[in-house]
């Protein structure tokens, strides 16, 4: 089973600042990997998908890079309703649809 | 504008079964894989199953930890998606969601979800 490794846990910034959130996979997925944002009370919402191409109505703002086994999820100035929970999810190997334990972003 | 709403969710001993419904608009359902995943706090996302398209066979797939108990259905008719959940375990609480599968295996919209708590 292929593990997804998030890091940070948190992430603590403020409104404008730069996020950068990593997720390594215990062996190579390619590029099958997906970032998801959940926020209290929601279910997740699609970010980015094969590693880099934003899903349709993602602001430009979100960015994703990396293949292999390192991957990074870039907020490049962070809004006010960027403050959440950010999973990846592989889609490489059984079982389909790991996901990570997730970084939250919070309000510094 | 795509919806998808479960119901179906509650209080369950262990061993017992519950169905799960999520009932889908805005989009062709019948042109759609489906998937159920589960969140829980100490787990975090989990994929539970998913449901193929009746022409790609209308095939379906269980992550190890249900396979055997769980089975997923469609109603193309109602546009409605099922989990049948039987011998039901204390770890199966969580809160279930329904979405589309997009491009095979990623996940592209989301229910509300609904909570299965089982528990004696």
């Known amino acids: 089973e292929i593990v997804l490794t998030q890091s940070p846990a948190t992430l603590s910034l403020s409104p404008g600042e730069r996020a950068t959130l990593s997720c390594r996979a215990s062996?190579?997925?390619?590029?099958?990997l997906a970032w998801y944002q959940q926020k209290p009370g929601q279910a997740p919402r699609l970010l980015i998908y094969?590693?880099?191409n934003r899903a349709t109505g993602i602001p430009a703002r979100f960015s994703g890079s990396g293949s292999g086994t390192d991957f990074t999820l870039t907020i490049s100035s962070l809004e006010p309703e960027d403050f959440a929970v950010y999973y990846c999810?592989?889609?490489?190997?059984?079982?389909?649809?790991?996901f990570g334990q997730g970084t939250k972003v919070e309000i510094k | 504008e795509v919806q998808l709403v479960e119901s179906g969710g509650g209080l369950v001993k262990p061993g017992g079964s519950l169905r799960l419904s999520c009932a889908a608009s805005?989009?062709?359902?019948?042109?759609?894989?489906m998937s159920w995943v589960r969140q829980t706090p100490g787990k975090g996302l989990e994929w539970v199953g998913r449901?193929?398209?009746?022409?790609?066979?209308?095939?379906?797939d269980y992550a190890a930890p249900v396979k055997g108990r769980f089975t997923i259905s469609r109603d193309d008719s109602k546009n409605t998606l099922y989990l049948q959940m039987n011998s039901l375990k204390t770890e199966d609480t969580a809160v279930y969601y329904c979405?589309?599968?997009?491009?095979?295996?990623?996940?592209?919209?989301w229910g509300q979800g609904t909570l299965v708590t089982v528990s004696s």
């Open positions: 094969d590693a880099s």
């Open positions: 449901i193929k398209i009746k022409t790609d066979g209308g095939t379906t």
């Open positions: 805005g989009f062709t359902f019948s042109n759609v894989w």
């Open positions: 062996q190579s997925v390619s590029s099958y």
């Open positions: 979405a589309t599968d997009f491009r095979e295996a990623y996940f592209g919209s």
């Open positions: 999810q592989q889609r490489s190997n059984w079982p389909r649809g790991t």
